[in-house]
């Protein structure tokens, strides 16, 4: 029977739906994706791993880096692994720097942004502008949350504009056995909530004047409580 009112014909809500092919024509936008966990969880790894990957069938990226632990412009990972790349300062715009790539006839089809926590929120949103307007994919890996267990500005822009949040599975553990996600600041074997957010350092053993970070449960950075030593024996350490 044909419907009484073609008004409210309920194949009307087909008409939206392009035809097979129909957006063959436009370019398809990149992605911005953000990879995040805790300290020793492997997220420099995944981005050398990922840069590998892309390399590998013929793409062309940028490795950006900020406030390495190695207090050099590399990609490191506490395995052992290690790439040059270049260092995000303040002031640098991201868009600027691929189009100066692009100014000297270089392809960036993708870009990996380690420490991206440290990124100014302007300049996430450059990578965003990258990824929809010049279709370039970029990883980004950081941490989510500093000492203070509060959000990082740039991950927080991250969280905003990201196209994929992906929390890296790799179990971290407090010294409790228990899954670890806060990154206390130590300082004289004493966990510390104020200071500058940011202070590179890492979690291997040092001296007792000296800072590092240790992944706590939420239970023991609420209480302070760093364990019966300070890092357990066979922590991996930066080579």
């Given at each position: 029977?044909e419907?009484?009112?073609?008004?409210?014909?309920p194949?009307?809500a087909?008409a939206?739906?392009?035809a097979a092919g129909?957006?063959?024509?436009?370019?398809?936008a990149?992605?911005?994706?953000?990879?995040?966990?805790p300290?020793d969880?492997?997220?420099s790894t995944l981005?050398?791993?990922i840069?590998?990957?892309?390399a590998?069938?013929?793409?062309?990226?940028?490795l950006?880096v900020?406030h390495?632990?190695?207090?050099t412009p590399t990609i490191?990972?506490?395995?052992?692994?290690?790439?040059?790349?270049?260092?995000v300062h303040?002031?640098?715009?991201?868009?600027a720097l691929v189009?100066?790539?692009?100014?000297?006839?270089?392809?960036v089809?993708?870009?990996?942004?380690?420490e991206?926590?440290?990124?100014?929120p302007?300049?996430?949103d450059?990578?965003?502008?990258?990824?929809d307007d010049?279709?370039?994919?970029v990883?980004c890996?950081?941490l989510?949350?500093?000492?203070?267990?509060?959000?990082?500005?740039?991950?927080?822009r991250l969280?905003?504009?990201a196209?994929e949040?992906n929390a890296?599975?790799?179990?971290v553990?407090?010294w409790?056995g228990?899954p670890g996600?806060?990154?206390?600041?130590?300082h004289d074997?004493?966990l510390?909530r104020?200071?500058?957010t940011?202070?590179?350092?890492d979690v291997?053993?040092?001296?007792?004047?000296?800072?590092?970070y240790?992944?706590?449960?939420r239970?023991?950075?609420?209480?302070?409580d760093?364990?019966p030593?300070a890092v357990r024996?066979g922590q991996?350490s930066?080579?």
């Amino acid at each position: 029977m044909e419907p009484t009112n073609p008004a409210l014909d309920p194949t009307d809500a087909l008409a939206s739906v392009p035809a097979a092919g129909a957006r063959r024509g436009v370019r398809a936008a990149g992605s911005l994706r953000f990879f995040f966990g805790p300290m020793d969880c492997g997220k420099s790894t995944l981005a050398l791993q990922i840069d590998h990957n892309q390399a590998r069938q013929g793409r062309c990226g940028l490795l950006l880096v900020r406030h390495d632990r190695s207090g050099t412009p590399t990609i490191s990972s506490r395995m052992g692994l290690a790439r040059r790349a270049l260092e995000v300062h303040d002031e640098m715009d991201l868009g600027a720097l691929v189009r100066e790539h692009w100014g000297r006839g270089q392809r960036v089809d993708y870009l990996i942004v380690d420490e991206a926590q440290f990124l100014d929120p302007e300049q996430v949103d450059q990578l965003a502008e990258l990824a929809d307007d010049a279709q370039i994919d970029v990883y980004c890996f950081g941490l989510a949350t500093d000492f203070r267990s509060t959000m990082f500005p740039g991950s927080r822009r991250l969280f905003e504009l990201a196209d994929e949040l992906n929390a890296i599975q790799v179990e971290v553990l407090c010294w409790c056995g228990l899954p670890g996600r806060f990154n206390g600041r130590v300082h004289d074997d004493v966990l510390v909530r104020d200071g500058s957010t940011v202070l590179v350092a890492d979690v291997v053993q040092v001296a007792a004047d000296d800072v590092r970070y240790q992944v706590l449960c939420r239970k023991h950075y609420r209480t302070g409580d760093l364990g019966p030593s300070a890092v357990r024996d066979g922590q991996l350490s930066l080579t």
